[in-house]
């Protein structure tokens, strides 16, 4: 466990600090909201025990925990009241040795309808509101994923996997990007305990951007002393994320499983619990309480920031504030639906969301 943990972690620390200046914070950004309710509802504590479809995301080495059938997993939410739509869809497959899984997800947010205002003014200085168009911003993530056992035996199981991601964004017909990066992670699992690593964009991840516009709108921008973009690229650091989960058996019909996760970034000094510069880390909490392996409950916090105290007048004083997630589920056979309420910003932000996702194993039916 050790040496997988040690070489992800070097990776990622010396991928960083070779460009350093070059990177973004907060690059790739819908990348981090999570797939699946189950994990939302836990906070997004999920790298060393998620072993079905979403692995992909979490941790492509918990993709092993696929077997016997291909599995489909489909998740939609909403945002700002419907304005922001955030779709995610997978399918893992097991292979025919059942040690190795591979697996394909896809994930898009969009915000439709954005007031386009490059022409609200005519050349005489009055407004016409008739000119008001609006366009549509969305970002796509392909994940193309594979994980295999290295290691089995009756109280043990090690496995690794790898994400090759493509990303493309698109900005109406004003802009739009290309990108590549490489996940990698690592799990490690026994009766009670289950550990995981994953070490995101270690490789860095690039977004290779292209603006196009039309001459009447190059024309208002240079009026209104606004700069005309050129070809860019944006960079993403590495992540490191250390997860560590315990089974408690409360009784033979209840489980209890309790998860912890280190989100650890290198790209400068965030607003975090462990805030260094250039080393941040944001933990990420979340438990699920099982009910014969059919009924689940759970809850989870994560995104802990200091803020302003809100009655505090003279803005002085700061207290911790999180981001909050709580949901519920259950699995009949080969059919399981995952519930998770959360919030997009914090708890003293009533950004809260309705989650709903479905997991559905591709059982083939025997032939007569």
Request: net charge positive.
């Amino acid at each position: 466990m050790i040496r997988p943990l040690l070489s992800l972690a070097f990776v990622c620390l010396i991928g960083s600090q070779s460009s350093y200046g070059q990177f973004r914070k907060y690059s790739n950004e819908f990348l981090n909201i999570g797939a699946g309710a189950r994990g939302l509802g836990m906070g997004g504590a999920q790298v060393a025990s998620t072993e079905d479809g979403t692995a992909g995301y979490w941790n492509p080495a918990g993709l092993v925990g696929v077997k016997d059938h291909p599995s489909l997993n489909l998740m939609h939410a909403e945002y700002f009241a419907g304005i922001g739509k955030y779709d995610y869809g997978s399918v893992a497959i097991p292979l025919s040795d059942q040690k190795r899984t591979i697996g394909l997800s896809i994930l898009r947010f969009a915000v439709d309808d954005i007031p386009n205002t490059l022409f609200l003014v005519e050349p005489d200085g009055s407004i016409n509101y008739n000119n008001i168009r609006s366009f549509s911003s969305a970002d796509y993530a392909f994940l193309f994923s594979y994980a295999q056992t290295i290691k089995k035996t009756e109280n043990k199981m090690m496995s690794f996997g790898v994400n090759a991601k493509v990303i493309h964004r698109v900005v109406g017909s004003f802009a739009k990007a290309w990108g590549f990066g490489i996940d990698a992670g690592f799990q490690m699992q026994t009766k009670k305990w289950k550990l995981g690593v994953v070490g995101k964009d270690i490789t860095t991840t690039f977004n290779a951007w292209t603006f196009s516009f039309t001459d009447q709108e190059k024309e208002v921008l240079y009026l209104t002393n606004n700069d005309i973009p050129v070809k860019s690229t944006e960079m993403t650091a590495p992540t490191l994320i250390l997860g560590a989960a315990y089974n408690f058996t409360l009784n033979k019909h209840l489980n209890l499983l309790a998860e912890l996760n280190l989100n650890t970034t290198f790209d400068g000094k965030r607003n975090e619990v462990i805030s260094t510069n250039p080393v941040s880390i944001d933990p990420r909490i979340g438990v699920e309480l099982g009910y014969k392996s059919l009924i689940f409950v759970r809850g989870g916090v994560y995104n802990f920031q200091k803020a302003l105290a809100d009655g505090d007048t003279l803005n002085q004083k700061k207290v911790w504030i999180y981001q909050p997630g709580i949901g519920a589920g259950f699995k009949l056979k080969h059919v399981a639906i995952d519930y998770a309420f959360t919030n997009l910003a914090n708890q003293s932000n009533p950004l809260y969301t309705h989650i709903f996702s479905l997991r559905l194993d591709l059982v083939r039916k025997k032939e007569n």
